[in-house]
Structure formats: structure tokens, C-alpha cells
């Protein structure tokens, strides 16, 4: 599976973004997936997890509520809507695939896209 991140950009505090993750391959639906964002000398961090259905999510107490991470498998695309940013939310954001359940432990995931840079100023 490859993964193209898409849709970061500049945005201001209290403002929204919604990011995109294009899968390829034919087996997008068999896989849970990921959105982690990994700050300027920070570890990467879990964000949001969703299920192969799609019925089913997970995410970080950071960003419950704000943030809402969704899926079209027609599409081969799962897509993670921010609203309400801070600054802090600043992070290059990757989505990822291979997740079996809910993780949030990126060791989980097999597959990784390139990442998307998001800027929330202040």
C-alpha cells in the first residue's frame, strides 16, 4: 500500500483544515488506519485511528472533539478534519495504514505516507 498525504497549510488559530490520505492498491479496506503528527523535536504522536469499516474511531484526548477522522473505501481515501486549531496543533501530520484494530502505537503500522505540514498561527 502507498500513501499520499495531502491539504496541510497555513491556517490561523480557530480556523479549520481537512487533511487527505490517497491509498493505492486494491486492499485499502482491509486496513485500519492512522493520522500521528510529529512536531520539531517531538516523537511522533498518535492523533486519530479509524477501522476498516469505518464505523468505529479512536483518538488522542488532545484532540477529541476537534478533530474527526473519516473514510471512504469507494475512494481508497481516509481524511482527518480539524477544526478549531491552535498553535500547538503544529506538526508535519502522516496517515498511515496496517493497523490491524484501534492502535495508537505507530509500531503497529506497516504503511506510511509522506507527511503534510500543518502551521497554526497564533
Known amino acids: 500500500v502507498q500513501l499520499q498525504a495531502s491539504g496541510g497549510g497555513l491556517v490561523q488559530a480557530g480556523g479549520s483544515l481537512r487533511l487527505s490520505c490517497a491509498a493505492s492498491g486494491r486492499t485499502f479496506s482491509s486496513y485500519a488506519m492512522g493520522w500521528f503528527c510529529q512536531a520539531p523535536g517531538k516523537e511522533r504522536e498518535f492523533v486519530a485511528t479509524i477501522n476498516q469499516s469505518g464505523d468505529s474511531t479512536y483518538y488522542a484526548d488532545n484532540v477529541k472533539g476537534r478533530f474527526t477522522i473519516s473514510r471512504d473505501n469507494a475512494k481508497s481515501t481516509v481524511y482527518l478534519r480539524m477544526n478549531s486549531l491552535k498553535p500547538e496543533d503544529t506538526a508535519v501530520y502522516y496517515c498511515?495504514?496496517?493497523?490491524?484494530?484501534?492502535?495508537?502505537?505507530?509500531?503497529?503500522?506497516?504503511?506510511w505516507g509522506q507527511g503534510t505540514l500543518v502551521t497554526v498561527s497564533s
Open positions: 498511515a495504514a496496517g493497523g490491524w484494530a484501534l492502535y495508537s502505537d505507530p509500531l503497529r503500522y506497516d504503511y
